[in-house]
């Protein structure tokens, strides 16, 4: 059994393309939690590219298992 890396893929409209603050916290879309990095890089490929129409949404992978865990490399 491998290491579960826990990830969190999210996303939403930012206020201005430049920054990583959202426009509306309300409508932030969380994709999942997935079990590695390349699960996660996946799921944040395909959202980001379903909203490649609109220049301000973002979406982000957070490395979960290092928030966990901060002591461990």
Do not use: C
Request: proline share 5%; charged share 20%.
């Amino acid at each position: 059994m491998t290491k579960q890396l826990l990830h969190l893929v999210f996303g939403g409209e930012l206020a201005s393309p430049e920054g990583v603050e959202f426009k509306d916290l309300s409508k932030l879309q969380i994709v999942g939690i997935y079990p590695n990095y390349k699960a996660a890089y996946d799921a944040w490929k395909a959202a980001a590219q379903a909203s490649v129409d609109n220049a301000q949404m973002r979406y982000f992978v957070v490395h979960l298992h290092r928030l966990m865990q901060p002591d461990t490399p």
